[in-house]
C-alpha cells in the first residue's frame, strides 16, 4: 500500500484514506434503502408497472429481487476479498484487467453522478408541489431544489455516520406511511377480497413482461453500494455482506408486498384503470379513501423527503467514487482529500454538488423541464449504466475465482454469478428497447443518452492505456491503493 493511501484521516492533516471504523451494519442498511427510495418508487413507479405489467407487477418486483439476491451472492463473496470505494472499478480491475476496469469506472461514475443530479431537480418539483397543496407556501422549484442540496452538500462535507443517522429517520417514516395503508387494505380483505392470482407465472410473464421488468429492476439500484462503504465499514467481511443481503431482502418484499397491496386496495380491474387513468395519483387516492386525509398529506410530505433521502444517498456513493479514481491517478489525485476531522472525502463531495449546481442551473437557464427531462433524461442512462455494470462485475466475479478460489463455494464463484450474469444482460437489453419507458423521450434522444455510456466507456479504456504508456509502475497500482486483498 503507498504511503499516501495510508495517510490517516485523523491528526493533523488532511490525507486520503478514508475513515475506517465508521458505520455499521444497519448503517449500510439505510444507505443503500433509502437510495431506492422505496415511498417514490411505490407511488411514483408502481403505478405504471401495473399499467405496463398488469397483475403480475407484484410478482415483477419479487422477480426481480430474486434476481439482485442471486447477484448479490458472488458480489458479496468477492468483496471479503477486496475492499475498494470504488467497488465495480476494484471488482471488474480484477476479474478483467485494470484497463477495462478503468472504463467501467467511468461508466459508474457517470451512472451515479447523472442520477444525483437528477433527484435535485425533481426534490424541487416534489417540494414545490407538497409545500404549495399543503402548507400554502408557493417558491420556485428551483428555490426548493438549491435547499435540498446544501442540505445534501453540508451533510456529505461531514463524517458518514451522520448521514446515516438521517437516513435511518427518513427510511422508518416512509416505510411507516406505507404499512399505515396496508393494514387496513389486508385486515379488511381489500376491495374485493384478497387474490394471488397475479404471481401467477402467465401474469408476470405475459406479453408486457419486458416493460415490466424495466421498471421493477430498476428500483432495486443502490443496493449494490454496500460495497462502496467498505473502507469505512466496521468489520467489512461480515458488515458488507449482511447489510446487502438483509437490503435487498427486505426491499424485494417490501416492494412485492405494497404493490400487491394497491391493487388489492381498488381491487383488479378497478386498480388497472387507475394506474392507467392517474399513475401518479393512484397510491395518494387509496391513501385517502383508506386511512384518511391527514395520512395523505403525510405521504406528500415523506416524498420530499424520500427524495431527499435519496438524493444524499447517491451523493455520497458519487463522491466516494470520485475519491477512489482521485487516489488511484486516474482522475486528479485532489479529489482523494480526506478531511482531517471527519474522515469524508471532502474535495469529491464539493466537486459533486458543483457538477450538480452546473447542470441543473445551466438547464434551468435554458428552459428545461425539471422532472421530464432534467430527472428522467439523467436517470435513464444512470440506470442503464449500473445494470450493465452489475451484469459485467457479476463475470468478472467469475474469472477472479477462477484464479484465485480462496474458500469461495462454487455456488459463490460460478453458478450465482454466472447466473445473475446472464439475466442481468438480458434486462440490459430489455431497457434499451424499452428506453423511452424511463425517458419519455424521442428516439433520436434516447439514441444520444445510451450512447453516453460507451463514449464513457471508452473515454475510460483510453485513460489507461494512456496511464500505461506513460509510467507502468503506476499502471500496475491501480486497484491495489488502499485496497485490503485477504487471502483465504
Known amino acids: 500500500m503507498s504511503s499516501e493511501a495510508s495517510d490517516a484521516a485523523t491528526g493533523g492533516g488532511e490525507g486520503t484514506r478514508l475513515r475506517s471504523g465508521t458505520v455499521g451494519m444497519w448503517d449500510l442498511v439505510f444507505f443503500v434503502v433509502a437510495a431506492a427510495a422505496p415511498l417514490s418508487v411505490m407511488s411514483g413507479v408502481s403505478p405504471l408497472a401495473i399499467q ?38 476494484a471488482y471488474i480491475s480484477k476479474g478483467f484487467g485494470r484497463t477495462v476496469g478503468v472504463g467501467a469506472a467511468f461508466v459508474a461514475v457517470l451512472s451515479y453522478v447523472a442520477i444525483t443530479i ?23 422549484w428551483t428555490v426548493w431544489a438549491l435547499l435540498g442540496l446544501v442540505i445534501v452538500a453540508w451533510l456529505g462535507y461531514h463524517q458518514i455516520a451522520l448521514s446515516a443517522k438521517i437516513l435511518g429517520v427518513l427510511l422508518i417514516l416512509e416505510v411507516v406511511v406505507l404499512l399505515v395503508l ?15 392470482d397475479g404471481f401467477a407465472p402467465s401474469h408476470v410473464f405475459g406479453p408486457h413482461v419486458g416493460a415490466l421488468f424495466v421498471l421493477s429492476f ?19 467481511r461480515r458488515t458488507v455482506r449482511r447489510a446487502t443481503f438483509v437490503a435487498v431482502g427486505f426491499l424485494a418484499i417490501f416492494y412485492t408486498l405494497i404493490v400487491w397491496v394497491g391493487i388489492m386496495a381498488y381491487g383488479p380491474d378497478q386498480a388497472l384503470r387507475a394506474a392507467a387513468d392517474d399513475p401518479t395519483g ?59 476531522k471527519t474522515g469524508a472525502p471532502v474535495v469529491a463531495s464539493l466537486t459533486v454538488t458543483v457538477l450538480t449546481i452546473v447542470v441543473v442551473g445551466v438547464s434551468a437557464a435554458f428552459g428545461a423541464k425539471p422532472y421530464e427531462q432534467i430527472f428522467l433524461w439523467t436517470n435513464g442512462p444512470g440506470i ?4 450493465m455494470l452489475m451484469a459485467l462485475c457479476s463475470a468478472a466475479v467469475v474469472a477472479y475465482f477462477r484464479r484465485s478460489p480462496h474458500d469461495a463455494s462454487l455456488v459463490q464463484r460460478v453458478f ?7 439475466t442481468l444482460s438480458a434486462t440490459s437489453v430489455l431497457i434499451v428497447k424499452n428506453f423511452d419507458l424511463l425517458t419519455a423521450a424521442d428516439s433520436t434522444t434516447n439514441v444520444l443518452l445510451i450512447g453516453t455510456l460507451p463514449v464513457a466507456f471508452v473515454i475510460g479504456i483510453g485513460v489507461a492505456l494512456r496511464i500505461r504508456s506513460r509510467d507502468r509502475e503506476a499502471f500496475q497500482r491501480l486497484t491495489t491503493t488502499s485496497i485490503a486483498e485477504v487471502e483465504a
Open 416 to 422: 450465482a454469478p454466472a447466473l445473475a450474469c446472464a
Open 218 to 236: 430498476g428500483a432495486f439500484l443502490g443496493f449494490e453500494s454496500t460495497a462502496i462503504y467498505s473502507e469505512e465499514a466496521k468489520d467489512p
Open 182 to 196: 396496508a393494514v387496513p387494505v389486508l385486515l379488511s380483505g381489500g376491495e374485493h377480497g384478497l387474490s394471488v
Open 384 to 387: 442503464l449504466g449500473l445494470i
Open 52 to 89: 405496463f405489467g398488469g397483475l403480475g407487477a407484484p410478482g415483477g418486483y419479487l422477480v426481480a429481487g430474486i434476481v439482485m439476491a442471486v447477484f448479490a451472492i458472488g458480489f458479496t463473496a468477492m468483496s471479503r476479498y477486496v475492499r475498494n470505494a470504488g467497488a465495480f472499478y
Open 282 to 340: 393512484m397510491f395518494f387516492v387509496a391513501m385517502e379513501r383508506w386511512v384518511g386525509s391527514g395520512a395523505t398529506d403525510a405521504m406528500h410530505v415523506l416524498i420530499v423527503t424520500s427524495t431527499l433521502a435519496a438524493t444524499l444517498a447517491f451523493h455520497n456513493a458519487s463522491s466516494r467514487y470520485l475519491h477512489a479514481l482521485g487516489r488511484e491517478g486516474v482522475l486528479p489525485r485532489g479529489l482523494a482529500t480526506a478531511g482531517a
Open 118 to 140: 437528477g433527484f435535485v431537480p425533481a426534490l424541487g418539483v416534489f417540494a414545490h408541489d407538497t409545500f404549495a397543496s399543503v402548507f400554502g407556501i408557493d417558491l420556485p
